[in-house]
């Protein structure tokens, strides 16, 4: 039965003039999303507002930001020429209060009547349309026939109330006895939610607002890190370009207020029309085993938000620290260009395989775009081997447009994703410096000219070494480059008395927590600037 389809605040700008007689229009770009998307005959009422002219439509079919199918001039008032930047908003309207005022489609009070062979105090399944008893559901309601009622401890099978497809936790069932306060799985158990609050996330950077190393990325290389933490693998015929992207249209808040405004984004450069048996391409972070230490070996739920201007199936994969236990578990992208969050339940998994809890990589979560069959395995199991993909995935890189976008990443104990929480921008960037640190201010690339946050300071004679201390204690003693700050030039510093001038330079006695540059041509007394960029990646 069609209905009409509502959203809240849903409000945009008309994007091209239309005239009194057409029957479709355009919106902002991007902003279609904000409205309903009708089928089956369904619609939804808009109206039209430049100062004090108002024209509602009806609208039933749209296509992303286009009404391609609009019936003018609804609910008394008058279709009108509009021009560009008109306001387009989906209001009440009086026509839907006088549906809803009018309406005799409600049954009128009294027992509902069923077939001949229905059975007293059972669960039974109704038809939508006409109200039949369809099929006993073979459960046994206990209590009066009035009032509240309660349900035996048998096993219900959503199969007997529904054909849908349906999550168990959206019908309410309402928990008893020992489980008050617990809610009930997919697969009729019972479990414990867990508090926010009690573990602190270990994914860094999962709303994809800090990239120190760069925004932007032209085919990077395998291995390349870079939105901070988060690191690209791959290997194939084709090319790629990662870059951060500002999200349009759409808006996620997380359960503190943040609001989430950017994405990793991939876009395909060169095609690779066929996936060979070793070709990859997976998008990971991995976790620190310090980390990861509350979620190895217990059931942990992920969740992301996704878009692609593509529908298709893809892999997340869990592995550990030498990869040689995965587990699989594929995710569908059901509509192009909408973005979707997905929720996947990790099972505990046994304390088989081998497994770092300490600096080395505690968990590595990857998702997977390409994987040939070199990397394939079960999907929903945990097994051994280096395996991120499943067979049936589809090739993103098979279309040279075609993009992916992830943001929203968060993990949370037990087998329910709680609201996104996300990360101050000042907690992310402290805890991604113990992974990588640079001297230049955070929207600076390194190797970019620039005296901002340059260290300074006078050489001693013709050898100098000058200790430089970290902001934080690094994972490991990590790599250091060191650069020039009026050219970027690497392995030099800038000497700017009495002529400026490169000098070449070597990082000694790295540590966690720091290291010495030391120069070996230096002029005593001279004036001595220098940047550095240090990485303790996993």
Request: net charge negative; proline share 4%.
């Amino acid at each position: 039965m069609p209905v009409q389809l509502f959203e809240n605040n849903a409000t945009t700008l008309l994007d091209a003039d239309i005239l009194i007689g057409d029957t479709s229009l355009t919106v902002s770009a991007g902003e279609g999303a904000l409205f309903p998307l009708p089928t089956a005959g369904d619609w939804f009422y808009a109206t039209i507002q430049s100062g004090a002219l108002i024209e509602i439509i009806q609208v039933t079919t749209r296509v992303t930001d286009g009404f391609t199918v609009i019936v003018r001039g609804q609910d008394g008032t008058s279709a009108a020429g509009w021009s560009a930047g008109a306001t387009i908003e989906l209001r009440t309207t009086k026509a839907w209060f006088d549906t809803v005022h009018t309406s005799n489609s409600l049954p009128a009070p009294g027992d509902v009547v069923g077939p001949a062979s229905a059975v007293d105090s059972r669960v039974a399944a109704f038809d939508g349309t006409d109200g039949k008893l369809l099929k006993d559901a073979g459960v046994t309601i206990s209590g009066s026939n009035t009032g509240d009622q309660t349900i035996s401890d048998a096993t219900i099978s959503i199969s007997d109330i529904t054909t849908n497809d349906v999550s168990t936790t959206a019908h309410g069932f309402a928990p008893k006895g020992t489980n008050v306060g617990n809610f009930l799985k997919d697969d009729g158990t019972w479990d414990v939610p867990v508090s926010g609050t009690s573990v602190r996330e270990p994914i860094i950077n999962g709303i994809m607002n800090l990239w120190q190393r760069g925004t932007s990325f032209i085919t990077p290389a395998n291995g390349d890190f870079l939105a901070d933490r988060w690191k690209f693998n791959h290997s194939s015929a084709g090319t790629l370009d990662i870059s951060q992207t500002a999200l349009t249209g759409t808006t996620f808040h997380t359960a503190s207020g943040l609001r989430v405004q950017n994405t990793l984004r991939v876009d395909v450069n060169t095609i690779d029309a066929s996936v060979d048996a070793g070709d990859f391409l997976v998008i990971t972070q991995p976790i620190e085993g310090y980390r990861a230490l509350p979620f190895v070996h217990n059931e942990f739920t992920i969740s992301f938000y996704v878009r692609s201007n593509i529908t298709g199936t893809y892999t997340f994969s869990v592995r550990n620290s030498i990869a040689d236990k995965a587990f699989l578990k594929t995710f569908t992208i059901d509509v192009a260009d909408t973005w979707e969050r997905k929720t996947i339940v990790v099972p505990a998994q046994d304390h088989t395989g081998t497994w770092d809890y300490v600096d080395g990589i505690g968990i590595d979560l990857g998702w997977a775009l390409i994987a040939g069959t070199t990397f394939h395995g079960t999907d929903d199991s945990w097994q051994n081997g280096n395996l991120f993909g499943v067979v049936g995935g589809t090739n993103f890189m098979a279309t040279a447009t075609n993009n992916f976008d992830l943001t929203g990443v968060q993990m949370d104990l037990g087998g329910l994703a709680l609201p996104l929480r996300g990360m101050h921008f000042d907690e992310d960037l402290a805890a991604a410096q113990r992974y990588f640190l640079k001297s230049y201010n955070v929207d600076v690339d390194p190797a970019a000219v620039s005296t901002f946050g340059q260290g300074a300071f006078v050489a001693n004679g013709v050898t100098h070494f000058e200790r430089i201390p970290f902001v934080t204690s690094m994972r490991a003693a990590p790599t250091v480059t060191i650069y020039s700050p009026s050219d970027g030039a690497t392995a030099n510093v800038r000497d700017t008395t009495p002529t400026a001038q490169n000098r070449a330079a070597t990082a000694n006695s790295v540590g966690e927590n720091g290291f010495s540059i030391a120069i070996t041509t230096s002029v005593d007394g001279n004036s001595i600037v220098a940047h550095f960029t240090a990485e303790a990646e996993l």
